[in-house]
């Protein structure tokens, strides 16, 4: 029986844990306490436009939201980790007690010397090869589990990153609205975006506040 894995299923999850969190593993933006900004920029047709940015990467860091959906896939990930090296554990002793008397019968095999002998071992033999189907039907089931954790984690990773991106979404639009902002620029490490802006147009310390007092109601229903 070919040696366990358990190698590949821990750097898939792994892999998408980084993707997850890359943002929070990154060296955190904590918010620069400010009062609440108003900055206007005059246009050409003499219509006075409110403006304001936001680092994405602050919020994202500092978002309660992201917080508890790191330790819920962190929880996720060991569990399913534990999971497979118990099963793994199990299978490699199978496998060792099934080698043991697999020697010990190919001694006594090599001893044989009579048609009578033969037949009296058939029975271990018999019993030899049922043990190796069951070994490797376990073995099959352990693959089997193995690939469908990582999928069902990839999946989780998939809901979890769109509901926290549909939530900012819609709370940026809320926001702007209900500030009366006509334009919210966006400032990330990632994208680029807002390469320079003053202090005065930077609201993301008010963001990160209205956003989890936001997310603390939702969470209590």
Same mark, same amino acid.
């Given at each position: 029986?070919?040696?366990?894995?358990?190698i590949?299923?821990?750097?898939?999850?792994?892999?998408?844990m #980084?993707?997850?969190? /890359?943002?929070?593993?990154? !060296? @955190?933006?904590?918010?620069?306490? $400010?009062? *609440?900004?108003?900055?206007?920029?005059?246009?050409?047709?003499?219509?006075?436009?409110?403006?304001?940015?936001?680092?994405?990467?602050?919020?994202?860091?500092?978002?309660?939201?992201?917080?508890?959906i790191?330790?819920?896939?962190?929880?996720?990930? #060991?569990k399913?980790? /534990?999971?497979?090296?118990? !099963? @793994?554990?199990?299978?490699?002793? $199978?496998? *060792?007690s099934?080698?043991?008397?697999?020697?010990?019968?190919?001694?006594?095999?090599?001893?044989?010397?009579?048609?009578?002998?033969?037949?009296?071992?058939?029975?271990?033999?018999?019993?030899?090869?049922?043990?190796?189907?069951?070994?490797?039907?376990?073995e099959?089931?352990?693959?089997t589990e193995?690939?469908?954790?990582?999928?069902?984690?990839?999946?989780?990773?998939?809901?979890?990153t769109?509901?926290?991106?549909?939530?900012?979404?819609?709370?940026?639009?809320?926001?702007?609205?209900?500030?009366?902002?006509?334009?919210?620029?966006?400032?990330?490490?990632?994208?680029?975006?807002v390469l320079?802006?003053?202090?005065?147009?930077?609201?993301?310390?008010?963001?990160i506040?209205?956003?989890?007092?936001?997310?603390?109601?939702?969470?209590?229903?």
């Amino acid at each position: 029986m070919k040696k366990l894995q358990t190698i590949a299923f821990l750097i898939a999850i792994s892999l998408i844990m #980084n993707s997850v969190l /890359s943002c929070t593993d990154s !060296k @955190e933006n904590k918010p620069n306490p $400010k009062t *609440k900004k108003e900055a206007t920029v005059q246009s050409s047709d003499t219509k006075a436009l409110k403006i304001a940015f936001i680092d994405m990467d602050s919020v994202s860091n500092n978002y309660d939201y992201q917080k508890d959906i790191k330790a819920l896939l962190e929880s996720k990930q #060991n569990k399913a980790e /534990s999971t497979l090296k118990a !099963k @793994e554990k199990a299978l490699q002793e $199978k496998y *060792k007690s099934f080698q043991a008397k697999a020697t010990a019968f190919q001694q006594k095999a090599s001893k044989i010397r009579s048609e009578a002998e033969q037949a009296a071992l058939q029975p271990e033999a018999n019993a030899l090869k049922n043990e190796e189907a069951s070994i490797a039907k376990l073995e099959q089931e352990y693959q089997t589990e193995q690939a469908k954790l990582t999928q069902d984690f990839q999946e989780q990773f998939a809901k979890y990153t769109k509901e926290f991106n549909d939530t900012i979404e819609v709370f940026l639009k809320e926001y702007g609205e209900s500030n009366g902002y006509d334009l919210l620029l966006g400032k990330s490490s990632a994208t680029g975006g807002v390469l320079y802006g003053k202090d005065t147009y930077d609201i993301t310390t008010d963001v990160i506040e209205a956003l989890n007092e936001r997310y603390k109601t939702y969470k209590k229903k």
